[in-house]
């Protein structure tokens, strides 16, 4: 791009995670910049250090934005050195000639790159930096100038105390006239001059064979300030100064901004999460929905009116929705409780625009995931009261019948006929209606668009693993079925320490990603790939004796069969997760079940909705618990639902979110 701060043609690399094509369009992904060291452009950093970094980034969903070190150019001033003029820039804005003209490295990062890559590319609206050798001298330097502007800083073998070493020496004299202006570009310097505490934490890490150590970068002196900031060194005994010493480094580096970044971008979104209902409440809404006129029938888009909460309801305006596979199993027209017309939808992120009398859990502008497992915590509930269950029956009944807990009906068609609820919950709609019961209040940090996932499959699959069988260390687990709900097994079956996880789907397809959540064996169990039934491949081929846990998550009887029969003998346990069609039965011999096995099911994954889908939200917030991997399409407008069914049909979908 044609840079205004340089008066140049500017080249900048920008790695972007794969949660950036899915992301809100009102937010923007967070970004690490990185400023890369003497004689390095914009290439060195990827080339040499970018499979560790790339990977490291992905994991965090930040971007890394990677500037040039100096201008270039047809007419740029150069010097025949190393260290000074082209590639050599010091991060500082020249007041010398010949380079006061281009060289304005200071401002090109600090201002004009953020702004170019946030309004082009919708990248770090919050932003970090770090960098090597003089780029890290550049990346402390800007933060303690700025450090309102940077949520973390760290830095790979910096120059320290530029003002007392050869290469900040030349630099300053040749850039802005002498060296003591140079103290104003000197990380000792300004670390001194800091009254407070900036950052929580500034990360360093330092080669002690690195041969610059001593008459260049001098941490010691950046070490002996003392001071109200804290600054972690870590010496780093056999590495030099190359980049491979980065490389070496890097994946921490990014894992200590993610955290920071991750942080600073919920606080930003918790801040600007502000609504006015003050004109609808208590009022009647004319919203969009898609409305399911009947089994095996497109959804059609209707203007719907949704009347306000009655006592013990909360009405919220339904900003992201996640499709799940029991929507499709009810239009389908497999559901036994499934009721025309409705509108179907049951894992959203929402915003409380009204409550009802007697509401004291939740207030207009909290935000809330509708959980379609209620928990109304009422001492006399002995399913609320038992640790053993998470299957309050308070409202089961009306749920079941698509009405409110008073058996009446809040949506209503353009002819004002009722329209079903559905599993209590009924976002695919604008603005919903649902009892105060099912309503977790979760932080407003956690972006809706991914905080919808708990409201079902994910939290369902990590729960069927930590709460209805506890898998322990070093278990054994089968999981049958690799849709969100199977991976979302996996992956808690590896967080809570499983030693061997067999993942098994009729899709080879699905087996990288299974590896990536902690697979440690796939088998594709398609007739045209085993010659014998998968649970004798299992038990007897796999393991002597079968698997500790094994986990359904297909919804298929036949599976099911399969995956208690692939349970260990004398103690294997064997999970139904996923929801047959109606009418379908079970089947096994009784012998299996006399031998030891444990055949059990799970609903919502065991969790007390109100309680602990709040707990996993923080875990995810806290870095603890990644979920971004489960959004593989991304719609906006309520309009195009039908375009994430068809996407949930392809079979490469995972989690479409459709955010109204």
Known sequence: HESTSTKTSMTFGLFLPSTHATKPVSETTPALFWLSGLTCDDTNFAMKAGPAAFAAAEEQSIALVLPDTSPRGEGVPNEDSYDMGIGAGFYVDATEEPYAANYKMYTYVTEEL???????????????????????????????????????????????????????????????????????????????????SCFDDILIDQGNNDEFLANQLKPEALMAVGGPQKVTVNMRDGYDHSYYFVSAFIADHVAFHGARLNKAQGKLRASSSSYDFSATTGKPIKCKAMV?????????????????????????KVIANALCHTDIYTLDGFDPEG???????????????????????????????????????????????????????QIRSTQGQGVMPDGTIRLHDKDGKDIFHFMGCSTMSEYTVLAEISCAKISKEMALSKACLFGCGVSTGLGAVWNTCNVETDSSVAVFGLGAVGLAVIQGAKMAGASKIIAVDINPDKFEMAKKLGATDCVDSSPAKIDKPVQKIIAGEMTPWGVDYSFDCTGNVNVMRAALECAHRGWGESCVIGVAASGHEISTRPFQLVTGRVWKGTAFGGFKSRRDVPILVERHLKGELPIDHFITHSFEGVEKTNDAIHALHSGECLRAVVRY
Not at 124 to 146: C, D, E, P, Q, Y
Not at 292 to 297: D, F, I, L, M, T
Not at 369 to 384: E, L, V
């Open 339 to 393: 009721l025309f017309p409705c509108i179907l939808g049951h894992e959203a992120g929402c915003v409380v625009e009204s409550v009802g009398p007697g509401v004291m859990s939740v207030q207009p502008g909290d935000h809330v995931i509708p959980c379609y497992t209620p928990q109304c915590s009422q001492t006399s509930c002995i399913f609320c009261m038992s640790p053993k269950t998470n299957l309050c029956p």
């Open 292 to 316: 399911a006129r009947g089994p095996k029938q497109p959804l059609t888009e209707e203007e719907i009116t949704v009347d306000p909460p009655k006592e013990g309801e909360v009405r919220v």
């Open 114 to 196: 953020p702004k170019l890559v946030e309004e082009s590319f919708q990248v770090g609206t919050v932003k970090s930096i770090s960098g090597h050798s003089m780029g890290g001298h550049g990346a402390l330097t800007i933060a303690f100038k700025s450090p309102t502007s940077w949520a973390s800083v760290s830095a790979l073998s910096p120059i320290c105390n530029p003002t007392h070493v050869p290469w900040g020496e030349k630099a300053f004299k040749a850039y802005l006239g002498s060296v003591d202006a140079g103290k104003a570009h000197d990380a000792t310097e300004l670390l001194k001059g800091l009254q407070a």
